[in-house]
């Protein structure tokens, strides 16, 4: 895929991050947002893991500047987008990039989000593993979605020409 392409797709689904970021749900003190993991999965899949990763910081910083979300967008979009990356270049499966998804926002998200909650955030009675679980719920609802889209795209061929 050329260059030019990719940076397109690229933008309009960090818009899609940011604009989806609107709708959030509070979960234990995290602002969830299941339109970034819909994102993350769909870019693991057409853009791979290094695109992936630039657009959840990219969406990230956006959403923070505009209060739209937390420092806990940080380590959620940006672990999410890198293992559902790397297990779906790995694998070639859509499946892959789904699991790889929750795994890397809810384990390793949730995990980075300690010190990010403690020290950026100021956060005293933040606990280790307290956002796995917060992280696991947005990451879930945005995945199934992603998942949906995903294999509509496949089914219609419109997936093999995004790739």
């Not at 609107?22 to 819909?38: A, D, E, N, R, Y």
């Not at 999965?41 to 057409?46: C, R, W």
């Not at 790397?86 to 989000?113: H, M, Q, V, Y």
Request: aromatic fraction near 10%; proline fraction near 4%.
């Amino acid at each position: 895929m050329k260059n030019t392409k990719k940076l397109v797709i690229a933008g309009l689904l960090i818009a899609l991050a940011v604009v989806g970021s609107t709708f959030s749900i509070p979960v234990f003190g995290s602002k969830c947002s299941p339109v970034q993991h819909l994102v993350n999965v769909l870019a693991a899949i057409i853009l791979g893991p290094w695109y992936g990763v630039v657009m959840g910081f990219v969406a990230a910083t956006i959403r923070v500047a505009f209060g739209l979300g937390t420092f806990l967008a940080f380590p959620g979009s940006i672990c999410g987008a890198l293992v559902a990356g790397i297990l779906f270049k790995f694998f070639k499966n859509i499946p892959s990039a789904c699991i790889g998804e929750l795994l890397g926002t809810s384990i390793l998200g949730g995990l980075l989000a300690y010190p990010v909650a403690l020290f950026i955030m100021g956060n005293k009675s933040a606990a280790l593993f307290a956002y796995i679980v917060p992280f696991l719920i947005s990451s879930a609802g945005g995945t199934i979605i992603a998942a949906v889209i995903a294999i509509a795209l496949k089914k219609t061929k419109v997936l093999e020409k995004l790739i």
